[in-house]
């Protein structure tokens, strides 16, 4: 469980994040949507510990970063470690021994290439592989199915379902409904740093339709489309 209490994040004057207030229990899935901008990331990277904040953070398994992983929608890679260094060196950072990293190679990743190599799909999906093999209590995804290949997106929409099975916490932020409908319990709408709308699955629509309001309003028209 991850409990957040009145959480605020400022840049100089801009505040980025209002009095957030929201616990993500475990064995379940939730979906944080919201324009760009609306501090979706931002708040990932607050519980992930990568930002000072005001406020409180708090999880079950101490500490949190320990057991928390963290899948940023462009992860960063040194110029010169191969993608089996990367899961060697992720994994080492949790004292973890794997016999044998190629089995765990699920995407058929070219692991002896350098990772700065890979494409925008093959980073996020070395990236998420190295997580997993971390055996984290928490997860963090930040727009996992971006640059992502069709077959990719269903093993991720699966690894999702296991990931609840096993009694994990996820969260999620995606720009792609559908794929929130297909894996959350609860989808929470952020805008301008402030939840303002929640739902279960059976609210779902609700959501959508009040992002769709948000995001479209009267463009179309001001298009004058013929």
């Not at 997860?139 to 991720?156: A, C, K, R, T």
């Not at 929130?180 to 609860?186: A, G, M, V």
Request: glycine share 8%; hydrophobic share 40%.
């Amino acid at each position: 469980m991850i409990a957040i209490q009145n959480l605020h994040k400022s840049y100089g004057s801009k505040q980025v994040l209002q009095n957030i207030n929201i616990q993500f229990e475990a064995g379940k899935v939730y979906g944080i949507v919201g324009e760009n901008g609306a501090g979706k990331t931002t708040l990932f990277r607050c519980i992930a510990g990568l930002e000072d904040y005001t406020g409180t953070i708090s999880s079950t398994q101490q500490p949190l970063k320990e057991h928390l992983g963290l899948l940023l929608t462009d992860p960063f890679f040194f110029a010169k470690i191969t993608g089996r260094e990367y899961l060697q060196l992720l994994c080492n950072a949790r004292n973890i021994a794997i016999a044998d990293i190629d089995s765990r190679n699920i995407f058929d990743l070219p692991l002896n290439q350098y990772a700065a190599t890979y494409s925008t799909g093959m980073k996020k999906k070395l990236a998420l592989t190295a997580i997993l093999i971390q055996q984290n209590q928490y997860y963090i995804l930040d727009e996992p199915y971006n640059g992502v290949d069709i077959q990719s997106n269903i093993i991720i929409t699966e690894i999702i379902h296991k990931l609840k099975e096993l009694g994990k916490t996820v969260i999620i932020s995606s720009h792609i409904f559908s794929t929130l409908r297909d894996t959350c319990d609860e989808i929470h709408l952020l805008k301008d740093g402030i939840f303002t709308q929640s739902a279960q699955r059976d609210g779902f629509s609700e959501i959508e339709q009040a992002m769709k309001e948000s995001s479209v309003g009267n463009k179309l028209e001001r298009l004058l489309l013929q």
